[in-house]
């Protein structure tokens, strides 16, 4: 008898766990690029940070850091950066923070790219979006290798980041 009574409390609880509303929004961030006459340029992403009026500044629960050949993601290609799930409520910005480990190939010779803002605090978007809770959302970052790439004259490159972000909500 107690173990009819403990598999129909299982069960009750079960059913009541899956009726549940759901309280938080996934957020997939991914990374794409539009082509560039470089042979690669590599970004140090160390972090994937949201900033929501509940919360504050928090890093993202899963974040892909390395390097990444942007040139890797054109024509359509991306990859995944972060994903997290966030509680239901507003988030007004992302942040990509970058390490010290960014450079440009051009002719086969490897440059580094100068990137002082994006390390210290890291590259900031705006995203002013309303997060509802069950629902999932992608957000791509798609920077613009050609035009993000500055040539300063002295055989030295910068990186000043020429991106656009999208989302989808499913």
Partial sequence: MKKILFLVSLFAVL????????????????LTDAPADYE???????????????????????????IYDLLEF???MDTLLAQSELPEGRISQMRLVLGDQNSVVVDGEEFPL????????GLKFLIQADLLAGIEYE????????KSIVNQGNGGYSLKPVIRTYTKAT
């Fill in 15 to 30: 059913v009541a766990c899956t009726d549940s509303e759901p309280t938080h929004a996934t957020m997939i961030v991914k």
């Fill in 40 to 66: 690669q340029v590599l970004i140090d992403v160390l972090d994937v940070e949201i900033h929501s009026d509940q919360t504050g500044w928090q890093s993202m629960d899963l974040v892909e850091s390395g």
């Fill in 74 to 76: 054109t024509n359509g």
């Fill in 114 to 121: 100068d990137t002082p803002s994006s390390q210290q605090s």
């Fill in 139 to 146: 957000m791509w970052i798609d920077f613009d290798a050609g």
